[in-house]
DNA sequence: GTTGATAATAAGGTCAGCCATAATATTATT
DNA sequence: AATAATATTATGGCTGACCTTATTATCAAC
């Protein structure tokens, strides 16, 4: 049933499609810069995902995940998560470093590690930045949130993910104690798109838009 | 004080000439062998490494390490065994499997990682297949002991490792009980070469030469 | 509709690690 | 010393995943 193993390059593609959109198709550029990629090596690859039944890509429309790519997407984020989990739970490693880690070790893990490793975790929902860890059957509950750049100005929302994932975004944001389950009141938006004033653990922080659009917040 | 990352394939490499010997040159032809390539393709990535300083190829005298080969492949062997025993002591993943999962994670771990993976095992002084974990430093005791094929008969030793990496073979000796800490008997050996007749755990079990090389008893 | 931005293709390279086949070189044995 | 086995080198190829620098399509906005 399951086929010749993917290489790590594949899973990044597939990750990154099921990161930057649920359903929709993503415009290859945008996948390009995610993957730190140009432009037309991600549409050679696109191309390459294509042939294989990955993906599927309508030009000038976006490249989206068939169901078969989606599946295997979901695994890569739960072997992903749960290594997120074991990172910072058991070994103790610092918050804004566990992504990076995990993003190796996710394309290293068998199957029966990450049944055994679910198992040892006691079955997380959740990962420590806050996102839905998928079933083994690939199904999971999507946050129900939106970017705490579209929060209103007076509002106090709840921060449920951290979706940044280089390192030194999380470092800032750790810094600035803008974690999943915080409180955080959102002071003023400067205008022209400028940034956010927020008040988060009694302190003001001023956050840029961009980075606020990496949390998710209800 | 630490370079560029290693691919996995020269980490590969460096194993495999830290298990086929301590010290002495090891046979090009053997190390392909041992890497499942044919012996031009080791020839040339021996001269990678060559290059790079981390192994020094005498034609026709064999492949060594170098001082700073010997310590990138004790490093691996490192996060190699500390991976079997978190899979095999925290996961319970079947001893014959632990080598060929862990042979996967060992290239995707960083320095933090196997640190704190220490840490949480305890420091374990040798993995479930007997062998010695290298500390940090790369130092660690060798086994003090010599392979089966090579002990008398009728006498009974202690198995202190099983150096066998393909995971049908470690299935196999599982099976017969052939494992680290058994006590075996040697009953008879063939001639020319043939099998030896083992008694283990009250059971006779014969037992090829070239598996016997693979266990390593007291 | 024309035009400017964006997206996609075409064309030609690089690099690591593999492969096979053929030619040499060395070592070991007789 | 001749010879057979083994090791090494020389060539030439391949694949995946990148790159740069054009060129060409398409879409969206005026
Ligand atoms: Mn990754
Ligand atoms: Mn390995
Ligand atoms: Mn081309
Ligand atoms: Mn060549």
Redesign the pocket.
């Known amino acids: 049933m399951n086929e010749k193993p993917l290489?790590?390059?594949?899973e990044?593609y597939l990750k990154a499609l099921a990161e930057l959109s649920a359903r929709e198709p993503v415009?290859?550029?945008r996948l390009a810069e995610r993957?730190?990629?140009?432009?037309?090596?991600?549409?050679?690859?696109v191309?390459?995902l294509d042939e294989q039944g990955l993906v599927s890509?309508k030009?000038?429309?976006?490249v989206a995940l068939t169901k078969k790519g989606r599946e295997i997407a979901s695994d890569v984020l739960r072997r992903q998560r749960l290594w997120e989990c074991f990172l910072f739970d058991h070994l103790n490693i610092e918050w804004a470093q566990i992504y990076e880690f995990a993003c190796s070790l996710e394309h290293a893990t068998a199957p029966e590690v990450t049944e055994a490793l679910a198992v040892f975790l006691n079955h997380p929902k959740t990962c420590p930045r806050g996102n839905p860890i998928p079933e083994q059957d690939g199904s999971f509950e999507p946050l129900n949130g939106a970017p705490l750049s579209e929060a209103e100005v007076g509002s106090v929302v709840t921060a449920l993910a951290v979706n940044a994932t280089a390192t030194d975004v999380l470092k800032y944001l750790q810094e600035r104690n803008i974690l999943p389950g915080r409180e955080i009141e959102i002071v003023e938006a400067a205008p022209m798109r400028g940034p956010l004033t927020l008040r988060v653990e009694g302190k003001e922080v001023v956050l840029g838009l961009s980075l606020a659009e990496f949390v998710i917040v209800k």
Not at 35 to 45: D, I, K, R, Y
Not at 59 to 62: A, C, D, T
């Open positions: 290489s790590e390059s594949t990044m415009a290859v550029a993957l730190g990629v140009t432009p037309v090596s991600a549409n050679e690859m191309h390459r890509h030009p000038y429309k976006g």
